[in-house]
């Protein structure tokens, strides 16, 4: 018997899969074919293997806006996110959120991949100026990740006013 007569099969949750990448638990099945099938009996043992998730951390992105700013408009690029194409979505993702110092995506995979990301920011329209607020995120899941948040920071900064007084007679 040779190597040529034993056939591997990579199956996941009863399925064959061509390409194992990922995240889960694969078996590993082979069996006797060809010619020699019929000649030998041959017990074959499963064997199996896992792939975890990556551990990803994404970062918000430190934000700064106006007195008076809707703090809403930072993330109207993700406005209508889902008929967005992948590039204009990872364009628009590029502005707001980053994969923190060595966290890394396989080739091929991008931020895109992790889903639609949701917002939260600690600060209404009119709020206090020059304060700082927290910005949560969420809803970023893919099973060949675990990831985790970052929260970022939006500052309020001061709006510039001037004041013209005309002349009266």
């Keep these: 018997i040779t190597a040529a007569d034993i056939s591997l099969k990579i199956m996941q949750n009863g399925v064959e899969v061509s390409d194992a990448k990922n995240a889960g638990k694969y078996v590993i099945t082979a069996e006797l074919t060809g010619d ?30 106006t007195y008076g700013d809707n703090p809403a408009n930072i993330y109207s690029s993700l406005d ?14 590029n ?27 600690g ?3 009119y709020g206090a100026v020059g304060n700082s607020y927290v910005i949560k995120l969420s809803g970023l899941e893919n099973p060949n ?6 929260d970022g920071t939006l500052n309020v900064k001061q709006k510039n006013v001037s004041i013209t007084i005309n002349n009266a007679s």
């Design 36 to 65: 020699k099938a019929g000649l030998y009996t041959v017990v074959f043992r499963d064997g199996s293997y896992t792939i975890n998730p990556r551990n990803i951390t994404v970062n918000v992105k430190n934000q700064e806006i």
């Design 145 to 150: 990740y675990n990831i985790t948040f970052a």
């Design 80 to 93: 209508n996110y889902s008929s967005l194409s992948d590039q204009d979505k990872l364009a628009a993702l």
């Design 123 to 125: 600060y209404a329209q």
């Design 95 to 121: 502005g707001v959120i980053e994969l923190a110092t060595g966290s890394t995506l396989p080739t091929g995979d991008t931020l895109v991949m992790l889903g639609e990301p949701k917002f939260s920011v």
